[in-house]
């Protein structure tokens, strides 16, 4: 399946992509959203995913052979670029939009092999993966690792504790 995903949306209106939001900063939570897709495209799944424009900070390395992660040109919004890629993709048999602003882009988007999916019912449906090995693995830690920092104190943190101070 081929979902076309709002990003903006998807990341203030996720409770997880909106906390790492408001402790890392937006092109954290995108890292972590594209992280997260790209651990689930192993089932054969493809997305795109769409930001406003202005989201110039995207972090290299995100996309993937299953990922693909385009900006809405300058004064464009990830709505209008949607509504481009939907229309680029009319061979496509079945494309599901991820948005909470269907309200906004369904009056535009055209019927038929286009659905529509909320950021909740996406979450629960494709990412849902990650929580149940949360709770099978009580330190969220996987392969042994303990898990990343989540924000500059953090890091900060624990650069503090690690580092190598010989001149005391």
């Keep these: 399946m081929k979902w076309i995903i709002d990003g903006n949306n998807l990341i203030?209106?996720?409770p997880e992509l909106s906390q790492r939001m408001g402790e890392s900063g937006f092109s954290a939570a995108v890292q972590l959203l594209c992280h997260e897709l790209n651990r689930v495209a192993a089932?054969?799944?493809?997305?795109?995913?769409?930001?406003d424009s202005g989201a110039?900070?995207?972090?290299?390395g995100t996309s993937g052979p299953q990922l693909e992660v385009h900006v809405a040109d300058h004064g464009s919004t990830a709505d209008d670029l949607i509504l481009l890629l939907i229309?680029?993709?009319e061979s496509q048999k079945h494309i599901e939009?991820?948005?909470n602003d269907f309200k906004d882009i369904g009056k535009r988007m055209p019927g038929g092999h286009v659905q529509h999916?909320?950021?909740s019912s996406f979450r629960q449906r494709t990412l849902s993966t990650k929580s149940s090995k949360k709770s099978a693995n009580p330190g969220g830690q996987s392969g042994g690792k303990p898990a990343p920092p989540r924000s500059k104190k953090q890091i900060d943190y624990w650069l503090d504790q690690f580092s190598d101070e010989e001149g005391s």
Excluded: N, S
């Excluded at 089932?43 to 930001?51: I, P």
């Excluded at 110039?56 to 290299?60: E, S, V, W």
């Design 87 to 89: 229309q680029r993709e």
């Design 56 to 60: 110039d900070t995207i972090p290299p």
């Design 43 to 51: 089932r054969g799944d493809h997305f795109v995913l769409c930001l």
């Design 117 to 119: 999916c909320t950021c």
């Design 12 to 14: 203030h209106a996720d």
């Design 97 to 99: 939009v991820v948005t």
